[in-house]
C-alpha cells in the first residue's frame, strides 16, 4: 500500500487501462447470457435467473478495484493498445461462457481470382469485340421491304352472277407454302442473280473493310445463296398466310430494286402454278374430246368412202324409189292378168290378142323379180344381195357417224365446263406493301446486337460458374 501511494501516477495509468477492459470483459458476459437464453429456448432448458445474473456480475466486480484482478496463464491474452504500446491481461471467462472467436478477416483466394478472369473472357471480351467492330468496321446498311398473299378468286356461275353473289377466297395455304419455299431457293438466286447481278451489288463494300456483312464476288452460287439468307429476311404467317420480305443492301436503290425482281419472280411463278392447275382440271376434259372429235372423223371418212365406191348418196332413198318402181310393176301385173283373163272369156282359143296378153304378163313378171332381187328380196338369187348388204353396211356407218357426233357434242360440253371452272379458281399475287425505297440506314442494329451479345455471353458465364461450384462442392 505504501508502494502504491508513493507513486500516484503509474496508478492512474493503470487504472485508465483498466476501465476499457473491464467494459469489454462485460459485454463479453451479455453476449454468453445472451447466447446462453437462446440456447435453453431452442432446447426448451431452464434460463438462467437474475441471481446467476448477479453472481456473474459480482464475480466481474473485484475487477473495478484497485489491486490488479488475478489471471490465469491460458487467459493471458496479449491486447495492444492503439495508442500506446501496453499489455493488457484480460480476465478469464467464467465457467461455462465459451466466448465465441471473432471472424476473420476475408481475403482473395485462387477461385476468386479464375471467376474474374472467366467473366473477362467470356462475357466481357466478347461485348467489347461485338462493339468495336459494329461502330468502326461495320457499313450502314439500307432496307427495302415487301409484303404480298397468294389469292384465289372464285367466281360463280351465270346464275350467281345474276343474283350479285361473287365469293372470294383468302389465299391457298399450298400455294403460299410454296412460295414460301421458293424465297429461299437456288433457283430464285439464280434469276435474281442473272436481272441485276447480285455480286455487285452486295460487293459495294470490299471484304477486306467489312468481313462480316459484305460478300465476296468470288464466290460460287451456294456461296451466294448463303449470303442472300443473310440479306434476305422472310417472315411467314401461317395464320394469316401472309408474306414479308426485307431486303438489307448497302445502297438503297439496289435494296429496292432487289425487293422489286423478288415481287416479278415471284409473280411468275404464281402464274405457272395457276397455269398448271389449270391444265391439270381440264386435262382428262381435252382427252376425251380429243378422242371424241377423232372416232368423229373416222365415222365420217368411212361414210364418205362408202359412198364414193358405190356411188349411193342415200340407200335409203334408193329402196324408196325401187319399192315404188315394184309396187307399180305389181299394179300393172294385177291389170294385165285380169285382161288376161277376161280374153279368155270373151274371145276363142288361138285368138293373138290372148297370145300378146301372155307376153305382157311375163314381161311384166320378169320385171317384177328383176326389181325385187336388186332389192334383195329374191328367193337365194346372188345378185339379190349386193343392194341389202349395201343398206346395211350404209347403216352401220350411219349409227357410228350419229354416236361419235352424240359423244363429241358430250366431250365439249364437258370440256368447256371444266375451263370455265378453271378460270373461276385463278390464283394471282396480291402485293399489300410494294417495295419501299429507305431514306435512313437502319441496319445493322448495333445496340441490338451488342445487347444480345451480352445477354447470351453473360448467360453462359453464369452457366459455366455454376458448374465450376457444383464440381468444386462434389471433390
Known amino acids: ?8 501516477a503509474a496508478l492512474d495509468v493503470t487504472e485508465s487501462l483498466r476501465k476499457p477492459r473491464v467494459l469489454r470483459a462485460k459485454q463479453r458476459a451479455d453476449a454468453a447470457i445472451d447466447s446462453i437464453r437462446s440456447d435453453a429456448a431452442r432446447s426448451q432448458l431452464p434460463a438462467p435467473h437474475a441471481t446467476d445474473t448477479a453472481a456473474t456480475e459480482t464475480a466481474l466486480a473485484p475487477a473495478t478495484s484497485k489491486a490488479p484482478p488475478q489471471t490465469s496463464e491460458a487467459s493471458r491474452v496479449p491486447d495492444t493498445h492503439p495508442d500506446k504500446d501496453v499489455v493488457v491481461v484480460n480476465p478469464a471467462p467464467a465457467p461455462g461462457n465459451a466466448t465465441p472467436a471473432p471472424a476473420s478477416r476475408a481475403r482473395a483466394r485462387g477461385r476468386h481470382w479464375f471467376l474474374a478472369l472467366s467473366f473477362l473472357l467470356i462475357c466481357a471480351a466478347p461485348i467489347a469485340g461485338a462493339a468495336y467492330y459494329l461502330w468502326t468496321f461495320a457499313e450502314d446498311q439500307f432496307a427495302s421491304n415487301l ?12 346464275v350467281e352472277l345474276l343474283g350479285g353473289v361473287t365469293e372470294l377466297s383468302g389465299s391457298s395455304s399450298a400455294d403460299t407454302d410454296i412460295l414460301f419455299a421458293y424465297l429461299s431457293s437456288q433457283e430464285l438466286v439464280s434469276k435474281v442473280n442473272e436481272r441485276l447481278d447480285l455480286a455487285r451489288i452486295w460487293s ?42 426485307r431486303v438489307l443492301a448497302f445502297d438503297p436503290n439496289d435494296a429496292q430494286a432487289v425487293a422489286q425482281a423478288i415481287l416479278q419472280e415471284s409473280t411468275a411463278m404464281i402464274n405457272a402454278l ?12 381435252r382427252e376425251e374430246l380429243a378422242v371424241a372429235s377423232r372416232r368423229l372423223k373416222e365415222a365420217r371418212q368411212a ?75 329374191g328367193a337365194g338369187g346372188q345378185e339379190g344381195v349386193v343392194f341389202a348388204d349395201l343398206v346395211g353396211e350404209y347403216e352401220g356407218l350411219i349409227v357410228d357417224r350419229e354416236f361419235a357426233e352424240a359423244a363429241y357434242t358430250s366431250a365439249m360440253a364437258t370440256h368447256d365446263a371444266a375451263l370455265a371452272e378453271a378460270r373461276r379458281q385463278s390464283r394471282y399475287l396480291a402485293a399489300h406493301i410494294r417495295p419501299t425505297l429507305a431514306q435512313q440506314a437502319e441496319y445493322p442494329e448495333r445496340l441490338k446486337i451488342v445487347l444480345m451479345v451480352a445477354l447470351f455471353s453473360f448467360l453462359a458465364w453464369t452457366i459455366l460458374s455454376l458448374v465450376f461450384y457444383s464440381l468444386r462442392d462434389r471433390s
Not at 398448271?276 to 382428262?284: H, M, P, S
Request: glycine share 4%; charged share 30%.
Open 1 to 8: 500500500m505504501a508502494q502504491s501511494t508513493s507513486n500516484p
Open 147 to 158: 409484303a404480298f398473299s397468294v389469292r384465289s378468286e372464285e367466281q360463280g356461275s351465270a
Open 204 to 245: 459495294r463494300v470490299p471484304v477486306t473493310s467489312d468481313p462480316l456483312f459484305a460478300y465476296d464476288p468470288d464466290g460460287t452460287i451456294e456461296d451466294l445463296l448463303t449470303h442472300w439468307k443473310r440479306k434476305i429476311s422472310i417472315i411467314y404467317d401461317s395464320g394469316t398466310r401472309l408474306i414479308d420480305v
Open 274 to 285: 395457276s397455269d398448271i392447275a389449270r391444265d391439270d382440271a381440264i386435262k382428262y376434259a
Open 303 to 377: 361414210l364418205t368412202r362408202f359412198r364414193n365406191r358405190t356411188q349411193i348418196v342415200d340407200p335409203s332413198i334408193d329402196t324408196q324409189n325401187q319399192m315404188g318402181v315394184l309396187v307399180t310393176l305389181q299394179r300393172q301385173l294385177a291389170d294385165a292378168l285380169i285382161e288376161f283373163d277376161l280374153l279368155q272369156d270373151t274371145t276363142r282359143a288361138g285368138d293373138p290378142r290372148i297370145s300378146q296378153a301372155t307376153r305382157r304378163v311375163d314381161v311384166i313378171q320378169k320385171r317384177i323379180d328383176a326389181e325385187r332381187r336388186k332389192l334383195g328380196l
